[in-house]
């Protein structure tokens, strides 16, 4: 006798999870408003070194770039139960949280509101991650 596993037709798309994707589609659309609007007031009120103030609006771009691909797959491999794309998240969130850490730790000038927001956007990051890797494990544990 043997024994094929078939397709769930419970839904293991992730609750949890796709609130966070939702709600990190709009803190992420705030944190570049005032992340810009920040970087044009630092350029205004302080003196940049050559090339650092291209530099930082590069990165900034690069991050809404990474975001909305990430957040699309996120989006998508959580709805329709598949795995692969959430990996692929997964992966780009560790790019968009090392983008995070320059503008937290290593733009050319920091203030208080750029320590705050990527706090929140880090923390909602470690969320989506943990989220993550219970959603892959439990698309992995049903459909293999």
Not at 34 to 49: D, E, G, H, N
Request: glycine share 4%; no cysteine.
């Amino acid at each position: 006798m043997v024994l094929i596993k078939v397709k769930s037709s419970a839904v293991l798309s992730s609750m949890p999870l796709q609130m966070v994707y939702y709600f990190n589609v709009f803190y992420y659309s705030f944190y570049f408003l005032a992340t810009f609007l920040m970087v044009i007031y630092k350029s205004q009120v302080f003196s940049f070194p050559d090339g650092n103030l291209a530099r930082d609006l590069v990165l900034l771009i690069l991050m809404v770039i990474l975001e909305v691909i990430r957040l699309y797959l996120g989006f998508k491999g959580n709805l329709i139960e598949e795995a692969v794309p959430i990996v692929i998240s997964l992966v780009l969130t560790i790019g968009s949280v090392m983008l995070s850490m320059y503008f937290l730790l290593w733009q050319t000038y920091v203030l208080k509101a750029d320590v705050i927001i990527n706090a929140i956007l880090l923390l909602t990051y470690g969320l989506e991650g943990v989220l993550e890797i219970i959603a892959v494990s439990a698309f992995a544990r049903i459909y293999t």
